[in-house]
C-alpha cells in the first residue's frame, strides 16, 4: 500500500513537471501595440506605471508582458495621414483654416499628409512630409458629389494595404473625417463584412484611427438612423485599433480646434506595449484586452492586434 501510495506520488510529481516543462518551452508568438494612457487631470503629470499594474489577454488567453515603454527619441516617429470623405459636405471649409493650423503646429518628429477618400480609394494628392507647406497645398474642399467615396471603409482598408511608407518603426496614425456611414449597409451591423475587413487591414498595418464627425452631402446618409450607425462605425473602428472618435450629437461640430488638441495631447503620451502570447502557427490578428490597475489615469488601447509566430523575426 505504502508502495502504492509513493508510485502514485511519483506519477504526480513527473507529470507537473512535464506539463510545467511543456508550457515554458512552449512556442510562442510575439506582438506590439500602442496604447495611449493620459492623466485624467489636463496638465497633470503622466501616471507612473509599472510592470505589475498592468493585465494582458490575446485571444482570450493569458499573455506575457515583455515591455511597456513611453515612446520616445529615436522611435519617436510618426506618420500622421489626414483621410478626409470627399463627399463631405462643402461647410468643411469653415474647418480648413483650423486644419491647417493643426498641420502647421506638428513638431519635427511628425510626418503627414492628406489623402481624399475618393470611389472607394484613399486618393494621396502629396506625399508624407514635415514640410507643412507642401502638405497643405493638397488641403481642398471636398470635391465629390454624393457617394463619392462607396464606402469609407473600402477608403481605410485602400490606405491599409497602399500605406505610403516602407518605415515600419514609425506609429502610423489616421484621422478619419467623415460621417461614417456606409451606404451598403445604412442601419448599424456589428457584423458588417466592409466594416470587419477594414478594421482587419488597419490593424494588420498596425494603424492607430481616429475619427472626426462631419456630414455628408448625401441627404439619404444625414438622416436619423443613418447617422447613428456611421457614428458607430467609426466607433468600432477606433476603439480596435486603439484611437478614438470625436463627435458631438448628431450634427457638425462648431470647430475642430478641441479635437486637434486632445490628438496633440495623445501623440505625446503614447506607449509601446510588446507581449508574447500562446503561438498561433502563423501571423494572425487576434483579440485583446490590457487592465490597468492605474488610479487617476485613462487608458486606450487596442482591442485587436496582430501576433505573429516566433519563428518569423518582427520587422518593427
Not at 502504492?4 to 506519477?11: G, H, N, P, Q, Y
Not at 506590439?32 to 485571444?59: E, F, Y
Not at 475618393?118 to 470635391?143: E, I, K, M, W
Request: proline share 7%; glycine share 6%; net charge neutral.
Amino acid at each position: 500500500m505504502k508502495n502504492s501510495a509513493i508510485a502514485i506520488c511519483l506519477t504526480v510529481t513527473a507529470l507537473l513537471t512535464a506539463t510545467a516543462f511543456s508550457q515554458n518551452d512552449a512556442p510562442q508568438a510575439l506582438g506590439k501595440a500602442v496604447v495611449t494612457v493620459l492623466p485624467k487631470k489636463d496638465g497633470a503629470a503622466p501616471p507612473s506605471i509599472n510592470a505589475q499594474d498592468l493585465s494582458l489577454k490575446i485571444g482570450g488567453k493569458i499573455a506575457k508582458i515583455n515591455d511597456f515603454k513611453p515612446f520616445q527619441s529615436p522611435d519617436n516617429n510618426i506618420e500622421l495621414v489626414l483621410l478626409i470623405d470627399n463627399s463631405s459636405r462643402t461647410s468643411l471649409g469653415t474647418q480648413l483654416e483650423t486644419i491647417q493650423s493643426f498641420v502647421k503646429s506638428l513638431p519635427p518628429n511628425i510626418k503627414s499628409a492628406i489623402a481624399y477618400m475618393q470611389n472607394g480609394q484613399a486618393d494621396f494628392v502629396g506625399p508624407l512630409s514635415t514640410d507643412h507647406a507642401l502638405v497643405l497645398r493638397a488641403l481642398h474642399l471636398p470635391g465629390g458629389g454624393p457617394g463619392a467615396s462607396a464606402s469609407p471603409y473600402f477608403c481605410l482598408s485602400d490606405l491599409a494595404k497602399r500605406w505610403p511608407s516602407q518605415d515600419r518603426t514609425a506609429r502610423r496614425e489616421v484621422v478619419m473625417i467623415s460621417d461614417g456611414v456606409d451606404p451598403f449597409n445604412m442601419r448599424y451591423d456589428p457584423n458588417n463584412p466592409y466594416l470587419e475587413s477594414a478594421i482587419t487591414d488597419a490593424v494588420r498595418a498596425r494603424l492607430v484611427v481616429f475619427s472626426l464627425y462631419w456630414e455628408s452631402q448625401d441627404m439619404g446618409r444625414r438622416l436619423r438612423y443613418g447617422n447613428m450607425a456611421g457614428q458607430s462605425y467609426l466607433i468600432d473602428v477606433t476603439q480596435a485599433t486603439g484611437g478614438k472618435s470625436f463627435w458631438m450629437g448628431m450634427g457638425n461640430p462648431v470647430s475642430f480646434e478641441p479635437y486637434f488638441k486632445e490628438l496633440t495631447r495623445i501623440f505625446q503620451n503614447q506607449y509601446e506595449l510588446a507581449f508574447a502570447a500562446p503561438e498561433a502557427g502563423k501571423p494572425r490578428v487576434e483579440d485583446m484586452k490590457l487592465k490597468f490597475k492605474v488610479p487617476d489615469a485613462e487608458v486606450d488601447s487596442p482591442q485587436n492586434v496582430m501576433i505573429y509566430p516566433n519563428a518569423i523575426a518582427l520587422k518593427d
